[in-house]
């Protein structure tokens, strides 16, 4: 079993300006209202290899885990992958210019053994929701200048 997740917005900002955002994990719980902490192993900006610390409550559950970042693309995609409690995730931040601004789509494809709890607990919607909620907190706190 496989689950993918997706969601876009498109913020009156540059790429760059979301991009800033999504490589400096100590900023993100500013805007993603799901994220208790974020942080890398070695207090620098994300890159390709480097690990990441992330707490996440998206729901009643809170989820504490270590990805590795796959892509580190300045201005246009972010993905990292990640596995715990039976699931494993490939989270990925995609940047498009556009002339009014920036699209930005979020996605997470998920797949493993106990996918189908996680579904029946109702934390696929809650991820979704999750996904709303912290890219309007990325828009505003872009177009805000962050």
């Not at 999504?22 to 480097?50: F, I, K, V």
């Not at 409550?57 to 992958?81: C, D, H, M, N, Y």
């Not at 912290?134 to 177009?143: I, P």
Request: proline letters at 8%.
């Amino acid at each position: 079993m496989a689950l993918t997740i997706e969601e876009s917005v498109t913020a009156a900002a540059p790429p760059e300006a979301i991009w800033k955002l999504l490589e400096n994990p100590w900023s993100w719980p500013q805007w993603w209202p799901a994220c208790r902490d974020a942080r890398t192993a070695d207090r620098r900006p994300l890159r390709e290899g480097g690990k990441l610390r992330l707490t996440l409550k998206p729901s009643f559950l809170s989820f504490t885990f270590e990805p590795v970042v796959e892509v580190a693309r300045p201005g246009r995609v972010l993905i990292w992958k990640g596995t715990g409690g039976g699931v494993s995730g490939r989270h990925a931040f995609y940047l498009e210019a556009r002339p009014n601004g920036t699209k930005v789509t979020q996605r997470e494809e998920f797949e493993g053994p106990l996918l189908p709890l996680f579904v029946l607990l109702g934390q696929a919607r809650a991820t979704r929701r999750m996904f709303r909620d912290n890219l309007k907190g990325l828009k505003r706190f872009a177009e805000r200048g962050g």
